[in-house]
């Protein structure tokens, strides 16, 4: 069969913009992903939720926006020229050969690829490739809507391919799996040693004591570290650790593989579930950009060992000799934990029945410097990737996962840096981003300087002002109140912003939405304090308003 030109994916891309409705879109992405050839369906998956790289690699296609401008400038002076238009494979291909491009010479070998790309592209195709190349598609296909078109491709049940994607942990192979095997494909996903499976995620409690009221049953109790999640793979002497991300991070981490090997002698095959925090020289947690630094390895892994040691937490186990642990529920599977793991590594955990113990408990965690609780209910199953009800999360400040879209130049002290940051949630509704606020409070010398040279890396345009940035570095960020504002077009402002980490390890569609900061004002307004709240506040050193 002749391959797909691109061209009919950016037609596609053009038609799901204009359409409103959901069931709209998903009928039009079945329609195209149905008359692909099988080979063509992971590519054109992928390119159509705006990934230029396969799901779980570590490659960056590192085409600064700039290049893409100039790219695009310099083609529109030239006619189309006569040659064959480009696939849907080719296109795909060619990002993979820019990814891997290394050395000497890469960027003029990176750029003529581009262009060859590019100067046979019509004005339409164009226009998507460049979407594609930002990531801002603003075409409405999430991957939620995704998988709705996977269901009814596959003509299997939304549930079903929930399941089978968070095992899978790719979309791209799910789709490929929906189109070559149908239902039978989709329900026949198993967990799998040595592939990542979509991490179990939380939501945000407001109440505790309100949950407790409403569950009528007691929960457990976990410290929620400031660290970063790993998913650790056994299999005899072989251990693999994977980040929350599913890319494999096994290299930089021998200090963790040594600690799993303390353990691993008490079973033969195991998927676990944790938490690395970097700890200083009293014992302490370190702050998170700590542990990052490790994570990035801007030193060899031998200097950043020593310097920032990792301690592993262990809160879950997924696998056991040939047993898949999904459906067992929480109790259970803490049962086999704390015959398998040493204390000394298993998460501290205690069942409450009041909120009075819920606040006892998250003092405790405080006070020994971790970042809150983790609420999680007894009776629930491990449910990767989906954010439920099952787990929540307790915070003392509040806090939302941004991304920065823009900067302004600093002025004073911060001349030459991009220093005030626009703020913005995901809109997976439009597939783009909404402002919601601005800060340039946060950040440490060293990390403004670092973040100026991402952001003019990822620069769009610069009127000596402002810098528009590809949206792609995550903040966590922590304010005040969430108020109505005319100020943004999402209606939404925050006060008191100030960035508390830099979140490499989530990707811009991860970030909080605007949905939920809608709910984060309108709860500001049902919310009764936190038990506890002010207590926080006091030992944390600063107001709650
Ligand atoms: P957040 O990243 O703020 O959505 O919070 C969820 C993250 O908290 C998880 O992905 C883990 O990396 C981390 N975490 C820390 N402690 C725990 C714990 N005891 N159980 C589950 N997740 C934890």
Request: charged share 30%; with cysteine; aromatic share 8%.
């Amino acid at each position: 069969m002749a391959e797909t030109p691109y061209r009919e994916l950016a037609e596609l891309c053009e038609r799901l913009s204009r359409l409103a409705g959901r069931k709209d879109k998903v009928a039009q992405l079945v329609r195209f992903l149905r008359k692909l050839d099988l080979e063509e369906v992971e590519p054109a998956s992928l390119l159509l939720i705006g990934r230029t790289t396969p799901e779980g690699g570590v490659e960056k296609l590192e085409v600064s926006v700039a290049t893409v401008f100039d790219l695009l400038r310099e083609s529109s002076q030239l006619t189309l020229m006569d040659s064959a238009p480009p696939t849907i494979l080719e296109v795909w291909r060619t990002l993979q050969s820019i990814a891997s491009l290394r050395g000497a010479g890469s960027r003029e070998r990176r750029l003529s690829l581009l262009r060859s790309l590019v100067h046979r592209m019509t004005d339409l195709e164009k226009r998507w490739f460049l979407k594609q190349l930002i990531g801002e598609m603003q075409h409405g296909v999430s991957e939620g809507l995704l998988l709705e078109a996977v269901s009814e491709l596959a003509n299997a049940p939304m549930e079903k391919v929930q399941r089978a994607f968070m095992l899978l942990g790719r979309l791209g192979e799910l789709v490929r799996l929906a189109a070559a095997e149908g239902r039978s494909g989709i329900e026949s996903v198993k967990l799998k040693l040595f592939r990542p499976l979509r991490p179990m995620l939380a939501e945000v409690c407001h109440d505790p004591r309100e949950l407790l009221e409403k569950l009528g049953e007691p929960v457990a109790l976990e410290y929620k570290f400031d660290g970063a999640r790993v998913q650790i793979h056994i299999g005899g002497p072989v251990v693999r650790i994977f980040s929350r991300r599913l890319g494999e991070v096994t290299e930089g981490l021998p200090d963790v593989v040594q600690q799993v090997r303390e353990f691993a002698d008490g079973f033969r095959e195991a998927v676990l579930d944790g938490e690395v925090v970097a700890v200083g020289g009293n014992g302490r947690p370190m702050p998170f950009q700590e542990l990052l630094r490790r994570f990035r390895r801007i030193r060899s892994v031998e200097e950043e060992l020593e310097r920032v040691p990792l301690k592993l937490w262990i809160f879950d186990i997924l696998y056991l000799d040939g047993r898949e642990l999904l459906d067992e529920l929480y109790a259970e599977r803490r049962r086999l934990l704390e015959e398998l793991i040493p204390p000394s590594y298993l998460t501290p955990m205690r069942v409450a029945r009041s909120a009075d113990e819920v606040e006892a408990f998250l003092r405790k965690a405080l006070s020994e410097g971790h970042e809150g609780l983790m609420i999680k209910q007894l009776s629930s199953p491990y449910r990767p990737g989906r954010r439920e009800k099952l787990w929540l999360k307790l915070k003392p400040a509040e806090t939302l996962d941004l991304v920065i879209v823009a900067a302004d130049w600093g002025h004073g002290r911060r001349t030459g840096w991009l220093s005030n940051y626009h703020l913005a949630a995901y809109d997976p509704e439009a597939g783009g981003f909404r402002v919601i606020g601005k800060t340039f409070k946060g950040l440490t010398d060293e990390e403004f300087e670092w973040m100026t040279k991402r952001l003019l890396e990822l620069k769009l345009s610069d009127d000596g002002y402002t810098v528009r940035v590809k949206p792609e570095i995550v903040v966590e960020v922590a304010y005040n109140e969430i108020q109505r504002s005319p100020k943004y077009p999402s209606g939404y402002a925050l006060r008191f912003a100030r960035i508390t980490r830099v979140r490499t390890d989530k990707r811009p569609e991860e970030a909080d939405t605007i949905q939920r900061v809608k709910e984060l004002y309108l709860k500001q307004f049902e919310r009764k304090r936190l038990p506890g709240e002010d207590l926080i506040w006091k030992l944390r050193g600063g107001p709650l308003k």
